[in-house]
T-cell receptor
Framework: DAGVTQSPTHLIKTRGQQVTLRCSPK?????VSWYQQALGQGPQFIFQYYEEEERQRGNFPDRFSGHQFPNYSSELNVNALLLGDSALYLC?????????FGNGTRLTVT | KQEVTQIPAALSVPEGENLVLNCSFT??????LQWFRQDPGKGLTSLLLIQSSQREQTSGRLNASLDKSSGRSTLYIAASQPGDSATYLCAVKLNQAGTALIFGKGTTLSVSS
């Protein structure tokens, strides 16, 4: 039974570019959440998707957007990348209970 | 605004020691509190979850306590092992709805053999 899988594992982008990160939830989970973890910091909640809609959002600008597909997988899109967007992006899935995290995508913006 | 603080930021102990990690939060109105483990460059693994109505939870060598009124939680690790070396994060959930957690910055533990 595969857990939460994220792709790619690492990514390098240039300021101003756009990026898409992908997440496949644990089997049977219908809710996906995204977190940003800067180096040396705790994760910060970006948003949550359930039934293909954004249900809850943290304090992140509109440059951060997402999508959930009918198979419950999800994408995180970040536009107009800034140096400060460099971080580990974590996806977590759940089924009304505790969160199961993937290993994350390390995004470096140069 | 809810803030979560973890002390100490880093801790080094010899194998076999018992140790306590501390977590404090500014607003006692929480739904639950959770302790996670994070290995370098990896995702988070849930260790213990304490509901707001509970005082403690235990799993193997781990015991977590919650004092909601004082805004504190502790994670007790008994008989530490080198494999316990990791960053330990605590997080609070403010209400039942949604999946937003507020995390502390973590305590990085190193256990030497």
């Amino acid at each position: 039974d595969a857990g939460v899988t994220q792709s790619p594992t690492h990514l390098i982008k240039t300021r101003g570019q756009q990026v898409t990160l992908r997440c496949s939830p644990k089997s049977g989970h219908d809710t996906v959440s995204w977190y940003q973890q800067a180096l040396g910091q705790g994760p910060q909640f970006i948003f949550q998707y359930y039934e293909e809609e954004e249900r809850q959002r943290g304090n992140f600008p509109d440059r951060f957007s997402g999508h959930q597909f009918p198979n419950y997988s999800s994408e995180l899109n970040v536009n107009a990348l800034l140096l400060g967007d460099s971080a580990l992006y974590l996806c977590a899935s759940s089924l009304g209970g505790s969160l199961h995290f993937g290993n994350g995508t390390r995004l470096t913006v140069t | 605004k809810q803030e979560v603080t973890q002390i100490p930021a880093a801790l080094s102990v010899p194998e076999g020691e018992n140790l306590v990690l501390n977590c404090s939060f500014t607003d006692s109105a929480i739904y639950n509190l959770q302790w996670f483990r994070q290995d370098p460059g990896k995702g988070l693994t849930s260790l213990l979850l304490i509901q707001s109505s509970q005082r403690e939870q235990t799993s193997g060598r781990l015991n977590a306590s919650l004092d909601k009124s004082s805004g504190r939680s502790t994670l007790y690790i008994a008989a530490s092992q080198p494999g316990d070396s990791a960053t330990y994060l605590c997080a609070v959930k403010l209400n039942q709805a949604g999946t937003a957690l507020i995390f502390g910055k973590g305590t990085t533990l190193s256990v030497s053999s």
